[in-house]
């Protein structure tokens, strides 16, 4: 049998060199007459381990990594595509501490398969869901999700099945499936490595949600800044096309669900969702007010779904194994599995899938190993930039949706950030509302002036001119942004900003107090 070498081609990999690895292969394997096959996988989200070249043996796959271009000829010499011994020698994949540690359900195939092989996604359980749900009333669809408790992963969490029964509910000529896939927070990178490296759960899922709900056209709002996901979904949609898995009749059914991909044009509010659908109609991306709801006036004014990537892509599995299935995992009413992606001045960084419930201790500590600097870690922003900076004081709380609201936090889209010892929580509560004030659709007041004002009296507070009373006008600001904004990136940017004054007092003090106490 042809050796397969399986060489990630998802962006973070890219990122850390893994193209020139794969030119360095290919030459390698031109210069010994060695004939081998290289599959350009996703990236199994390990990305310090990145560039993580795999072969498969007769004893299955083994990995090596972080692999440099200067690896290459000491890695044939060590007979690496037979799994031969070498300092980059990782062993199985699977039993990598932190691969063996995760419950990988909608990442499942990720950085495992080919990402276009529709072959290899169905061997590996791919269209079971959806064959299960071409045989099933809609209704009975929303039911299963619904009974999952899988809960929006774009950050608002709300209850999936329930969003999808308004859509179903509402008679109308057209209705949409959209996926937000503009995930514009901080620290992630979840919904850009499935579209790297499993497009077809996405489709699956897409396709799942248009038959329950009795939507025919779907679309996927890509941002950008994301190239490779852009290329590799519109080639995964053209071949599940081609193979019936889309179009008048989806798997031999008599339900048509077909989809496009769209491409942002770059703005943090394009992610909310009625800007993304200002922005999908080729109108200017500010928000809408609500109601009505997208669910009943949403894309062109017809009953639209609108989803984060892995809320949909975690449909598929509840399709394939039952709701009860996927509700066994997690804790309280946060159920099912959760992509945690780690990043920022971390060890360990990369995308960590699990059940719901681990501490945020465990999660920096013990799987992200800590500190890439190896100082102290002073604060962790979970939940991208409207996200609250939580102290060592708080990392007994788990993850779980409930859990974080009430330590005045949020969850989020997953992603955390972690800072040492050296970062100045002042200087971040400043940029919490000099984000807002960049990013502001400036559709309404406190988000759009507030802003601004934050950025001005907390630059007061560095200078050290009245700062008690300017960081009581600060927490006065950020109350009237909390409850008078339209939407939640006016609505949220108190958190990161009170979360810092709170926990962080230390760093609001006046300049020279600051200098004299270090
Ligand atoms: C400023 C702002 C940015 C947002 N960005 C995203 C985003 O990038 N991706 C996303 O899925 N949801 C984002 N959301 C949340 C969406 O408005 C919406 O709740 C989500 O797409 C619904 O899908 P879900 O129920 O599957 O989470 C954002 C919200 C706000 C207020
Ligand atoms: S809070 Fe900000 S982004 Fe949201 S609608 Fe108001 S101005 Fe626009």
Request: hydrophobic share 40%.
């Amino acid at each position: 049998m042809i050796p397969r070498i399986y060489i990630p081609a998802d962006s973070g990999a890219l990122a850390l060199g893994a193209e020139k690895v794969a030119k360095a292969i290919e030459k390698e394997l031109k210069e010994r007459g060695v004939e081998a096959k290289i599959v350009r996988n996703g990236s199994r989200g390990a990305y310090f381990l990145e560039p993580m070249v795999e072969v498969a043996t007769a004893e299955g796959r083994v990995a090596y990594g972080p692999v440099k271009p200067s690896d290459v000829k000491s890695l044939f010499d060590c007979g690496f595509l037979k799994g031969g011994h070498h300092k980059r020698w990782l062993g199985a994949p699977d039993k990598i501490p932190f691969l063996a540690k995760q419950t990988r359900l909608t990442f499942a195939r990720c950085g495992v398969i080919d990402p276009l092989s529709l072959d290899s996604y169905k061997s590996h359980g791919g269209l079971n869901g959806l064959q299960n749900a071409v045989a099933m009333a809609p209704a009975d669809i929303v039911s299963q999700v619904t009974e999952s408790g899988l809960r929006g992963r774009g950050g608002a969490g709300f209850p999936t099945g329930i969003k999808w029964k308004t859509v179903l509910d509402t008679t109308a000529d057209r209705k949409y499936i959209v996926c937000n896939a503009d995930e514009g927070d901080s620290a992630t990178f979840a919904d850009r490595m499935i579209m790297e490296g499993d497009p077809f759960v996405l489709i699956e899922g897409m396709a799942i949600a248009g038959i329950a709900t009795g939507a025919t056209k779907g679309f996927v709002y890509i941002r950008s800044e994301y190239p490779h996901a852009v290329a590799t979904m519109t080639k995964a949609v053209e071949i599940a096309r081609k193979a019936g898995v889309l179009g008048a009749n989806v798997l031999g059914s008599p339900n048509a669900f077909d989809m496009e991909i769209r491409v942002g044009a770059g703005a943090y509010v394009c992610g909310e969702e009625t800007s993304l659908l200002n922005s999908l109609e080729g109108k200017r991306g500010v928000v809408r007010a609500k109601p009505p709801l997208p669910a009943i006036q949403g894309l062109f004014g017809k009953p639209t779904v609108i989803n984060n990537v892995i809320s949909l892509a975690s449909v598929p599995i509840i399709m394939d194994k039952g709701a009860a299935y996927y509700k066994d995992f997690g804790m309280g009413r946060s159920r099912g599995t959760i992509p945690i992606q780690i990043a920022g001045n971390v060890k360990h960084g990369g995308l960590f899938e699990t059940a719901f419930g681990l501490t945020l201790g465990e999660i920096v500590d013990e799987i992200g190993g800590g500190t890439a600097s190896g100082r102290p870690v002073k604060a962790v922003q979970v939940g991208g930039p409207l996200g609250a900076y939580f102290p060592r004081a708080l990392f007994d709380t788990p993850f779980d949706y409930e859990a974080f609201a009430a330590k005045d936090g949020l969850i989020g889209h997953a992603g955390i950030t972690v800072f040492d010892d050296t970062a100045d929580m002042m200087k971040q509560a400043r940029f919490a509302m000099e984000f807002c004030a960049i990013e502001s659709c400036g559709k309404c007041t406190p988000c759009r002036i507030g802003s601004t004002r934050g950025m001005e009296v907390l630059d007061k507070v560095a200078a050290g001119i009245e700062a008690e009373k300017n960081l009581a006008l600060v927490s006065d600001l950020c109350n009237t942004m909390k409850f008078g904004s339209l939407c939640a990136l006016g609505g949220f940017t108190p958190y990161p900003v009170m979360s810092s004054i709170t926990h962080f007092p230390e760093d609001f003090k006046p300049a020279p107090t600051r200098v004299a106490a270090e």
